[in-house]
């Protein structure tokens, strides 16, 4: 590009107009090396900026507008990321973030209590305990005493995913809901140093899954995992690992939530 010979200079005053950002945004921007204004002058430190320089912040609100960190912004403007690893988290959020909009949008519109929809779980690591439980509420007290071992253990949670209840086949309790049935309560953890020695935490790595979700009280949970195997069957898909149990709103979230309020995800990982 052929700039002109003599570009036009806007004070901190023109840009914070233009741009709709205050004069101390602008120099977090020079802090975390995004921008750097035009021109300074060397003896009153006034800061001119070009059309170049409002342009870039143009590209930093649309950055920031997607969620991306101040750190972030300026690694991914100058090419300073790995460009799959950036895509593969970025995609991740994306995911997450569709996850709790279906969870949302169907909690406050109940024209229909069931999706079912193809999902990519993310890689995580879990605190894991093997529980024998009868019943959903019993289910529910154990996860909640696991959690709190957890968090009486030192481990730091990891509040972006959600726990879960994890068992080989759920057909076989489905059959016999009533009956003891052994599964592992995992609670999602940041893994520290010495996460690969510890006995009690488990790495799930990323993988499709068929997952359907579903509002209503405990007995809602055999009906979905039903439907939930009804279509692997009618697909001809397979289970590629344990299913797992999700209380994406359950009592112990808040004492406010009603019975008809528990939200619940059944998920089967499946082969890509």
């Known amino acids: 590009m052929i700039f002109p010979e003599e570009r036009k200079l806007f004070t901190v005053k023109d840009v914070s107009r233009a741009c709709g950002v205050s004069r101390a945004t602008l120099i977090r921007m020079e802090e975390s090396g995004f921008l750097t204004p035009h021109h300074v002058d060397p ?18 609100q649309r950055l920031q507008s997607i969620g991306l960190t101040r750190a972030e912004i300026a690694d991914v403007y100058f090419g300073r990321v790995d460009s799959a690893g950036f895509v593969a988290g970025q995609r991740r959020k994306l995911e997450s973030m569709r996850r709790f909009l279906n ?17 990519v779980l993310p890689p995580a690591t879990y605190y894991c305990a093997d529980v024998t439980t009868s019943s959903p509420e019993e289910t529910a007290t154990l996860a909640y005493v696991v959690h709190e071992r957890c968090v009486s253990e030192g481990y730091r949670l990891l509040g972006s995913e959600p726990g879960a209840a994890i068992a080989d086949d759920w057909r076989e309790w489905m059959q016999s809901p009533s009956q003891d049935y052994r599964m592992t309560v995992c609670i999602p953890v940041v893994p520290g140093p010495d996460a690969d020695e510890d006995p009690g935490l488990r790495f799930f790595p990323e993988t499709e899954a068929l997952s359907v979700l579903g509002f209503g009280d405990y007995s809602v949970i055999a009906e979905l995992w039903g439907q939930l195997y009804g279509e692997m069957d009618a697909a001809g898909l397979e289970p590629a690992g344990p299913g797992r149990l999700i209380a994406r709103v359950a009592p112990y979230v808040g004492a406010h939530i009603r019975p008809d309020e528990f ?4 998920i089967v990982p499946i082969d890509a």
């Open 43 to 60: 003896d009153t430190g006034y800061r001119y900026y070009d059309m170049q320089n409002i342009a870039a912040i143009g590209q930093y």
């Open 103 to 119: 969870e949302y949008e169907m909690s406050h519109d109940r024209s229909r209590d069931r999706m079912l929809s193809r999902t």
């Open 263 to 266: 939200c619940y995800e059944c």
